[in-house]
């Protein structure tokens, strides 16, 4: 049974930085591209940011290019998110997500193209 599990988040001031990681058990995913989205109350969940399955391609959300940072340990089945500079725009839940296609390309970077999906963790940015 697959699981993601998401940990990391948590209350931070604006300008502030959070690294969140996501865990991966009961399956591997060194060959499928994996996300990061997120969704803020009484909004749709927006993609964030997604990396490749050998991590040499990422894709950024325009709205956190160049704060964010999306990484991979495929030894260790777990992606991050280097998040700096953080603003209260980017008060969320975030959840990460797995593609179960092999090596798609180009990666992916809508909700639809991910079956696996951890249970969210709440990141705050306080103004």
């Known amino acids: 049974q697959v699981q993601l599990v998401e940990s990391g988040g948590g209350l931070v001031q604006a300008g502030g930085s959070l690294r969140l990681s996501c865990a991966a058990s009961?399956?591997?995913?060194?060959?499928?591209?994996m996300g990061w989205f997120r969704q803020a109350p009484g909004k749709d969940r927006e993609f964030v940011a997604a990396?490749?399955?050998?991590?040499?391609?990422?894709n950024y959300a325009d709205n956190v290019k160049g704060r964010f940072t999306i990484s991979r340990d495929n030894a260790k089945n777990t992606e991050y998110l280097q998040m700096n500079t953080l603003k209260p725009e980017d008060t969320a839940v975030y959840y990460c997500a797995a593609d179960a296609a092999w090596r798609r390309r180009p990666v992916a970077v809508r909700a639809t193209e991910y079956r696996y999906w951890g249970q969210g963790t709440q990141v705050t940015v306080s103004s």
């Open positions: 009961g399956g591997t995913f060194s060959n499928s591209a």
């Open positions: 990396i490749s399955w050998s991590g040499g391609s990422m």
